[in-house]
Every structure is written in structure tokens, then in C-alpha cells.
């Protein structure tokens, strides 16, 4: 299991449940990830009444990019070190180690996200 497979499906577990819904009452949207060195793509939903994080394959027409409120290209090593806390999503944006299209108010709080997948991540993986 790849460590991009880690993060995705610990932003699952914590779109789920409880803290899902103190989640998508922040949030209110949906987001595109497209890791760029390994080729993967994640869609976060937090608009729908069931939350989730699903895989989808790049340049696979039914990639929810044009229902995506918010898309995200970032590697899979900025990724992780957006979930551990090393680097704080603005950083990465002005230092061009994130690239962000679509409604800039989400992206504004994607640091909610980042803070709920952290509490779920295993912690030897941190």
C-alpha cells in the first residue's frame, strides 16, 4: 500500500461517521486530488449526504473533475507532509508545491481536512 493509499483512506475513515459531519458542516464541498508523480486521483466528497473518498483512474472521463468544487495537484511527499503538519497548505501554494483550481474559499479551509485525516493516519506512518 502506497503512502498516498495511507492518507486517502484515513480522509475516508474521518469523513465518515460523526466527525464527518462536524467535517462537511466546515468544508461544504468537494475536492479533486490528483497526486502528480504517481499518477493517482482521489475525490473527497464532503457535499453528499454519504461523505467518501473514492480512487479514481487519471484520464478517466468519469473523474469528477468537472463536478469538483476545488482541484488539487500535489506529489505524494508533499501530501504527506501536508498531513503531518511540516508543511502548511499556504506555504505550499506560494512555493508552487500545490497547485489549487476552483473556488479559493475551500481551499482556505482545506486545513480542516488535512487536521481530521491526521487524526486517523496510523501512527507509524506520521
Do not use: H, W
Not at 3 to 26: C, D, N, T, W, Y
Not at 99 to 110: D, P, S
Amino acid at each position: 500500500m502506497s503512502m498516498s493509499e495511507i492518507v486517502f483512506a484515513a480522509m475516508g475513515e474521518a469523513a465518515q461517521g460523526p466527525s464527518g459531519k462536524a467535517l462537511k458542516r466546515k468544508f461544504k464541498g468537494s475536492v479533486l486530488f490528483k497526486i502528480t508523480d504517481t499518477d493517482e486521483v482521489y475525490f473527497l466528497d464532503l457535499k453528499s449526504d454519504n461523505c467518501s473518498v473514492s480512487k479514481k483512474k487519471k484520464g478517466d472521463d468519469d473523474n469528477n473533475s468537472s463536478k469538483a468544487d476545488l482541484e488539487v495537484e500535489v506529489t505524494s511527499e508533499n501530501m504527506t507532509k501536508l498531513i503531518s503538519g511540516e508543511l502548511k497548505p499556504q506555504q505550499a501554494f506560494m512555493k508552487g508545491k500545490l497547485k489549487i483550481k476552483g473556488k479559493m474559499n475551500l481551499a482556505m479551509k482545506l486545513t480542516a481536512v488535512l487536521v481530521a485525516t491526521k487524526k486517523k493516519m496510523p501512527k507509524s506512518k506520521l
